[in-house]
Nanobody
Framework: QVQLVESGGGLVQAGGSLRLSCAAS????????MGWFRQPPGKEREFVAS????????NYADSVKGRFTISREFAKNTVYLQVNSLRPEDTAVYYC???????????????????WGQGTQVTVSS
């Protein structure tokens, strides 16, 4: 079983930045592609970013490309999402997820992810 715990969310003003973290439970972290999703209040969960097994490839939603950066640190079993130039529409609960897909472009579909964290709230004020 893979357990994921997100942290780093908070309340920031528009234009501000945060670094979200997702800590995995075990060394099998390196066997999964990892993704970030978000769910704004009253809306459906949407894809944000993903990263391949060994960090060689990344995938971003158009709405965040150029502002957000996903990365992973294997020694700490942790994946990060650096969120810059935040906008009020970025307000959401952000979720970390792990996918069993082992090759190709890291997936963007929720159904491709087997394990999910509890989420961390990001609120951006105008």
């Amino acid at each position: 079983q893979v357990q994921l715990v997100e942290s780093g969310g908070g309340l920031v003003q528009a234009g501000g930045s945060l670094r979200l973290s997702c800590a995995a439970s075990q060394r099998t972290f390196g066997n999964y592609a990892m993704g970030w999703f978000r769910q704004p209040p009253g809306k459906e969960r949407e894809f944000v970013a993903s990263i391949s097994l060994h960090g060689a490839y990344t995938n971003y939603a158009d709405s965040v490309k150029g502002r957000f950066t996903i990365s992973r640190e294997f020694a700490k079993n942790t994946v990060y999402l650096q969120v810059n130039s935040l906008r009020p529409e970025d307000t959401a609960v952000y979720y970390c997820a792990a996918s069993i897909r082992w090759a190709g472009i890291p997936p963007s579909q929720s159904r491709e992810y087997a394990y999910w964290g509890q989420g961390t709230q990001v609120t951006v004020s105008s």
